[in-house]
């Protein structure tokens, strides 16, 4: 199986920085896309950043200009460097990856694949 662990979260003032971790391990052959999702209280969760394979990113039109998605391949991780954080940025933020995985006598398939998410709350 394929596990996806987050840190980084925490606490900071409005205008601060934060930096998420992910890091993905277990029956991993290769990983597509990576992303990064929040889930505010009340509301759904929502796409923040994406990065393919070969480093193209998107982002949702609230975090342009303050938020950088990147990946280190060889140590299956993705990162979010949030800055300039505001209230409106607390969340629940999940990491995502499509993982090409095997479940054993050589059979490959790609899936999709959660952490369990880290909390970030931004005080006003």
Do not use: H
Request: hydrophobic share 35%; glycine share 12%.
């Amino acid at each position: 199986q394929v596990q996806l662990v987050e840190s980084g979260g925490g606490l900071v003032q409005a205008g601060g920085s934060l930096r998420l971790s992910c890091v993905a391990s277990g029956s991993i052959f290769s990983i597509n896309g990576m992303g990064w999702y929040r889930q505010a209280p009340g509301k759904e969760r929502e796409l923040v950043a994406v990065i393919t394979n070969g480093g193209s990113t998107n982002y949702v039109d609230s975090v342009k200009g303050r938020f950088t998605i990147s990946r280190d391949n060889a140590k299956n991780t993705v990162y979010l460097q949030m800055n300039s954080l505001k209230s409106e940025d607390t969340a629940v933020y999940y990491c995502n990856a499509e993982v090409l995985t095997t479940q054993g006598l050589g059979a490959t398939y790609t899936a999709s694949f959660w952490g369990k998410g880290t909390l970030v709350t931004v005080s006003s």
